[in-house]
């Protein structure tokens, strides 16, 4: 395999974390179908398909916004964490049906509604809240027909 091809086959799929601020979601899901399309599409004879897409996922991690936000977290959580022996606290909120510390606290879907939910602001009304909750309930109680 020539020079290049290899190194198309690690770095995009590392590289597009690194350094790509997370204000545009699509470059790395882009950047990983590029890296795949370069694999399949490689020939030896004929390696212009590949270098299209490998060049298409290298010119939109250059285009993309950067920022070392990422970076600074894997040390701050990760590294702290093997270093010191770090273990971030959990809000209180955090804790609701979906874990077992919050199961064990008896916490349902009144707490996951009203206290636990993280979204912003609403920009409209909802028209399936109340009909999803309601289902949920049901679902929990294990009324569910088949």
């Known amino acids: 395999m020539p020079a290049g091809v290899g190194q198309a086959r690690e770095f ?6 690194e350094d790509i ?32 897409a490998t060049g298409n996922a ?12 990422g970076d600074h977290l894997a040390a701050a959580i990760g590294l702290r964490s093997m270093l010191e022996g770090y273990t971030p606290e959990l809000p209180d909120w955090a804790f609701d049906q979906h874990t077992i510390k919050g199961k064990a606290m008896g916490r349902g879907l009144q707490h996951f509604r009203e206290d636990a939910k ?8 909802d028209p399936y809240e109340d009909e ?3 289902l949920w309930a ?3 109680q294990g009324q569910v027909r088949r």
Do not use: N
Not at 58 to 65: D, L, V
Not at 118 to 125: F, G, Q, S, W
């Open 138 to 140: 049901i679902k929990q």
């Open 118 to 125: 993280l979204v912003p602001p609403r920009t409209a009304d």
């Open 21 to 52: 601020d997370t204000a545009d979601r699509t470059i790395i899901p882009f950047v990983r179908a590029c890296v795949e399309q370069a694999q399949r599409w490689y020939d030896a004879e004929k390696p212009g398909a590949s270098r299209m």
């Open 132 to 134: 999803a909750y309601r």
């Open 58 to 69: 290298i010119r939109s991690m250059c285009r993309a916004r950067k920022s070392r936000e």
């Open 12 to 17: 995009p799929a590392f590289g597009s974390h």
